[in-house]
């Protein structure tokens, strides 16, 4: 049985490989890299580091699906489509 955190891992690969090659190794490289950092904060924090690790895999979704870098974190923090 998968985990959760398999099937996010899964669902953002999709979304991220809708873009060109180049654009596809950055966004990869940076999610999963945020996501084991923050899940090993976590993890020394003794909080709950599956958690920490998705939302590492979340934290530029907007961006990543094809927004604009110049407000990603603007629309990202207010759960807004990218533009």
Do not use: W
Not at 3 to 32: P, W
């Amino acid at each position: 049985m998968e985990n959760g955190l398999e099937v996010l891992r899964r669902k953002l690969d999709q979304i991220v490989t809708d873009n060109e090659f180049g654009q596809i190794c950055m966004y990869a490289s940076h999610m999963y890299g945020v996501s084991k950092f923050c899940a090993l904060l976590a993890a020394k924090r003794d909080l709950n580091a599956k958690l920490a690790a998705a939302c590492g895999m979340l934290h530029d979704i907007g961006y990543m699906a094809g927004g604009n870098s110049d407000n990603h974190a603007k629309e990202g923090r207010n759960g807004q489509k990218p533009s």
